[in-house]
């Protein structure tokens, strides 16, 4: 099994700034890919981001590029999303997730956290 605690949502103005961080315990020698995920009220849980276990590899939502960054801190087997220049429409409750797979699908992601809710005001 494998915890994943997530840390870091708030509320923020357009423009601002948020770091997420996403730590994970136990069996994590079974974990290849990491990602975040969101969903906002009435909508599917989208994809955000994504980063193997090694940190060698990231993907990015087009919506997110150039804006969102996906990072791992090997030494404390946790990963970082820092979220900058936000806007209304990144409101949503956030999901850290980690699986054998490295893929953009949430039904591919074996372990969840509890999600972290990000509010951008206008």
């Known amino acids: 099994q494998v915890q994943l605690v997530e840390s870091g949502g708030g509320l923020v103005q357009a423009g601002g700034s948020l770091r997420l961080s996403c730590a994970a315990s136990?069996?994590?020698?079974?974990?290849?890919?990491l990602g975040w995920f969101r969903q906002a009220p009435g909508k599917e849980r989208e994809f955000v981001a994504r980063i193997t276990w090694s940190g060698g590899n990231t993907d990015y939502q087009d919506s997110v590029k150039g804006r969102f960054t996906i990072s791992k801190d090997n030494d404390r087997n946790t990963v970082l999303l820092q979220m900058n220049s936000l806007k209304p429409e990144d409101t949503a409750v956030y999901y850290c997730?980690?699986?054998?797979?490295?893929?953009?699908?949430?039904?591919?992601?074996?372990?969840w956290g509890q999600g972290t809710q990000v509010t951008v005001t206008s």
């Open positions: 136990g069996h994590t020698f079974s974990i290849y890919g």
């Open positions: 997730a980690a699986g054998r797979r490295y893929t953009r699908w949430p039904k591919d992601y074996e372990y």
